[in-house]
Structure formats: structure tokens, C-alpha cells
């Protein structure tokens, strides 16, 4: 593995290494060494001024056939590179955690990404639902919080026995090849989650590294650590023993080309010592020259903003217009899953298969009729 990572960092161009990966003498390529390619490509993608286009299925999705990603792809033709999935719910609703892997699994077996952020409920309050959005907003002391990352409290097993459930998940996704970018805890510079504006979140994201990668022993997470807007304040708020792979930021805004993206690409590269940077979470798209000035490696667009149209009421500033997202997929830079490497692709889907999906793989979605 070594020799490998060793040699893509020396290669050329990334399609040099993962032709590499995907050579016949790697066919059921493990999953280290895909997520060794993945990561290079992704680091490799500044330099190409290319960015991939990712769209959020959230947790109420996975269970229909016509998610935000199939609506997409209705409107501009073209399947996303990135699939945005969440975490959240696969503790508490036995059913969801199948839906959630078949999902992942499609958009691997095609040779695409997959990143999965987690809204982790407060582990040390009732959730009256069992697990949902809205139990990731119930306050947490600092004084809890302590107690949370204290081994032998009770908030602490607590705590724990959630991690230990995303990570038979996880585990699962292992099992049947999928790398996945992992954006836990994002938005920690806000005080809209538990997790928000904690002196101690720099040890709650070591914790939570320790015991999926050191003591689960998984391989195949690439780490995504992702601020709310332009966050002059998150310094704070980053790793201090296990730095992410990938830096990223969380922009909603009336204005697509807010200055906000390039002050958040600034700040960021200064903590993360040149990490490569996303637009992790985004409503409108971001302008074309958002995206020279900033050179994100992917833009994900949250499903609910896709299109102001679909909103119930139409109100609704951060959301695109169809026109948007016809300009925004006609850059030269953005890279849908057809863009993707045939070598990269070829690495992502290697040993990879759903015979049986949940789900309709191209549905035909309704659409408003005038």
C-alpha cells in the first residue's frame, strides 16, 4: 500500500495512478487502496480546475424511488459524480440502514462517490422520535460534553453506543466496497447542534477517529471537516491529534456569488495546510467565478434547494431556478459521473454489485405540468 501511494503521489496525473488501482492483477481492488485513489484523485482535481456536482438524498428519501438525485438527473440528463446520503436514522428505524446501503452501493457499483454526513441526536436526552433532526438541535453543556468524552460516565456509553451503531453501518458499507466521505459534526462554529461552539469539539472529532478508525478499525472513511459560511471563528474548533483529509464549508445564501465561499476557502487552507476544499453544503449554486476563485474539488447542492419551483409555497431565496442549474451543469469545470476517469470508475465499482436494488434505478419522476 505504501509503494502504491507512493507512486501516486508521484504520478503525472491522477488517471496514471488509479489505472493503476484498476489493473487486472488489483480486479477486487480492496478497500484501501480505493480509498487511497479516490483521495488522490479528489487532491489531484484543483489542478485540473474541475469539480465535481453532488447532490444531498436525505434521510426521508431513501426509502422512494424519485430522490433529489433522480430529479436531477431528470432536469439536466445527467447522474451526479457525488451521492450526499445521511446517517441518521439508521440507529433507530431497522429498515432505514438497508435502504441507506442500497443507495450507496448503486452509486459505487456505477463507479461514482458517495459522502454521508450525521446528524447525531443528543445522546444524553430523549429523542422522542428515537432519532431525527431535530434531536441533533437539543442542547449539550460543557459540562455534559465532558462527561460525554470521560470513558466509564454514563454519557460517555451512552455516546458510545451510538458511534458503535453508525459503525456496523459502516462496517456493512466496507463489506460491500463502498468508500465513503465522512462529514460528522459539521458546522460546529454555529450553536444550532449539541455539538456547536464547544471548546471541547476538537477532542469530540479525535474520539469519534479513535474509535471508527483505531478501535473499529475501519479503512474505509476519508475524513470531511466542514464550517458554516466564511467562519473567521473556527480555528478553535479544529482537530488537534487527527486532521481531515478534506476541508469544507456550508453556504446558504440569497447570493450565488457571495464573497463568503472565498473568505471560508481562505481561512480554511491557513488551518488545514492545504488540505483540498469543497463546497460541502450549498442551496443555490455557486456562480462561475465562485468557482475559479475558490477551485473546490465538489459542490454538493442540497436536495430541497434543487428547485424553487418544487417548494411548497415558492419562497425561497437560497433555492435555484431550472435556468441555474442548466448553467451551473454546462460548465466546463463540473464533472458529472459520465466525467469521471474510466480507470477511477473502474477502481470505485471493482468487486462491487446490486443485483437486487430497493429501489427503481431511473425512475420516471412527476413534474409539475403547466
Known sequence: MLTLRSAC?????CVVCCA?????????????LKRTAILHYISGLPAEQKTLVATQVNEYEVYIDCTSADRLRQMTGKRVALLG?????AIAYPPYESYLVDRA???????????????????????????????????????TLQAVLTPGTREHQLWLSDVDAIAKVLRRLQS??????????????????????KDAYPRL???????????????????????????????????????P???????????PATPKYAAARAGLAALSGGAPFAITETGLAPASKVLDETNPAWVLLWGDNINVNWTWNGQCPSCNTPQQIAGFFALA????????????????????????????????CPSQLH
Open 205 to 243: 472529532w479525535d474520539a469519534l477517529y479513535d474509535e471508527l478508525v483505531v478501535r473499529q478499525k475501519l479503512e474505509n472513511l476519508i475524513w470531511v471537516w466542514s464550517i458554516d459560511r466564511d467562519a473567521p471563528d473556527a480555528a478553535p474548533y479544529f482537530p488537534a491529534r487527527h486532521r
Open 85 to 89: 446520503l445521511e446517517l441518521m436514522n
Open 245 to 255: 483529509d478534506v476541508v469544507g464549508t456550508d453556504v446558504y445564501e440569497a447570493d
Open 105 to 143: 452501493v448503486t452509486q459505487t457499483e456505477a463507479g461514482g462517490l458517495v459522502t454521508m454526513s450525521w446528524h447525531e441526536r443528543n445522546p444524553v436526552e430523549v429523542c422522542q422520535r428515537g432519532e431525527y433532526y431535530e434531536c441533533a438541535k437539543k442542547a449539550m453543556t460543557a459540562q
Open 176 to 197: 460491500r466496497g463502498v468508500v465513503v466521505l465522512f462529514r460528522p459534526y459539521h458546522e460546529m462554529n454555529g450553536n444550532w447542534f449539541w455539538w456547536g461552539q
Open 20 to 32: 493503476v488501482c484498476a489493473s487486472p492483477a488489483l480486479a477486487g481492488t480492496s478497500i484501501a
Open 333 to 364: 469545470r463540473i464533472v458529472t459521473l459520465d466525467k469521471l476517469p474510466p480507470a477511477l470508475r473502474a477502481t470505485i465499482s471493482s468487486g462491487v454489485a446490486n443485483p437486487h436494488p430497493l429501489h427503481q434505478p431511473e425512475p420516471y
Open 9 to 13: 503521489r508521484a504520478a503525472a496525473a
